[in-house]
């Protein structure tokens, strides 16, 4: 039997519709013929969620990766207690916002340790992850601080389009401010990596302008095209890759949704998500590139205009899993032997 991939899932906010959608995702049988999902989080928040979504899994409680089941029927999770039977959903916590950042911080030990080859997270809300104490902007950033990287980029994934973004979370004037040959060039590099480990020997890669018409040759902005992402382009064309651009950024997403490139290069945070939000929620995924983990998440919030309710739809987090295990495929690890006690939902 060829080895299935161990996935720390993390649950996200408890307040929003992270606890719903995992255990809608674990309901499907499919989930256990590819990978090994263990869920990091609070077990009674899980178990409410079950009701919600009226579950008939079972809840394996444990507090170590070697005592998870890894069967269909059975969601496996390591229980941080964390969260209060009466905490109510759609609304902003800090406990949650602190638990939040706890079960992620818990998945990353466990990966430093070898027990996980990949991490799936379920949204949080950035609103009460400061409230609890952690000033991160997002996933993104606060798994590069908890893994020691100064540098990682976004990357998203959906039909026929890849993106990776130079500049995320901050303000687009800041956003300007910040790109420059050398971030540009990383990102690049860093999209150039990942395409390549998962199997693309030659990546074609689309670089957006920052300006409308990229710049149209300096008729358009100050030439930010010329000055911010032009040496990167010459640099890395010139080691034979295939980088072309500053492109119009309203063109190349409809270039590259038809083939012509495998991952465009946009400029900053919404450049890059309108295209792939507007092919549907459930279709997008988050990849963290730059880290020595695995990392692929949901590519929507926390909901909680619907939290709680039970309408949560989970195939982001289905395609985000897919994707988790189509990466961690690419590495070698031993078998974890594993037992169990089962509590029911």
């Not at 989930?31 to 079950?50: E, F, H, M, Q, S």
């Not at 020691?148 to 990357?155: A, C, D, F, Q, R």
């Not at 590099?189 to 710049?215: F, Q």
């Not at 038809?258 to 946009?266: E, K, L, P």
Request: net charge negative; hydrophobic share 45%; aromatic share 4%.
């Amino acid at each position: 039997m060829s080895y299935l991939p161990v996935v720390g899932i993390t649950m996200g906010d408890a307040a929003g519709v992270g606890p719903e959608i995992i255990m809608k995702a674990l309901a499907h049988d499919s989930v256990y013929r590819t990978c090994r999902p263990l869920v990091i989080g609070d077990a009674n928040r899980l178990k409410k969620a079950g009701q919600i979504v009226e579950s008939k899994l079972d809840l394996n409680i444990i507090d170590d990766v070697r005592a998870a089941a890894f069967v269909s029927g059975t969601v496996d999770c390591i229980d941080l207690g964390l969260i209060p039977k009466d905490l109510p959903f759609g609304q902003v916590s800090p406990v949650a916002g602190d638990a939040a950042y706890q079960f992620v911080a818990r998945t990353v030990e466990l990966t430093h340790k070898g027990e996980l080859d990949a991490i799936c997270t379920a949204p949080l809300n950035k609103e009460a992850l400061h409230a609890g104490g952690h000033l991160f902007p997002g996933h993104t950033e606060m798994l590069a601080h908890l893994t020691g990287i100064e540098e990682v980029s976004m990357m998203l994934v959906a039909p026929n389009l890849r993106v990776i973004h130079v500049t995320t979370h901050i303000g687009l004037l800041d956003a300007i401010r910040r790109i420059e040959p050398g971030l540009v060039k990383r990102t690049i590099e860093r999209a150039h990596e990942t395409l390549s480990r998962a199997g693309i020997a030659h990546p074609r890669i689309g670089v957006c302008g920052i300006n409308p018409h990229a710049g149209e040759n300096g008729l358009f902005g100050h030439g930010e095209e010329g000055e911010k992402i032009v040496p990167a382009i010459e640099e890395l064309t010139a080691r034979g890759w295939d980088v072309q651009g500053p492109l119009p950024a309203d063109t190349l997403f409809f270039r590259a949704g038809r083939g012509d490139f495998d991952v465009v290069v946009a400029m900053y945070h919404d450049q890059g998500h309108g295209p792939v939000k507007v092919m549907g929620l459930e279709a997008g995924v988050n990849v963290t590139v730059g880290m020595p983990v695995i990392r692929t998440s949901v590519d929507h919030g926390t909901a909680f205009d619907i939290a709680g309710t039970g309408i949560a739809d989970e195939r982001s987090l289905l395609e985000a899993l897919k994707q988790a295990v189509d990466l961690a495929n690419r590495q070698e690890k031993p078998v974890v032997a594993t037992r169990i006690t089962k509590e029911k939902v």
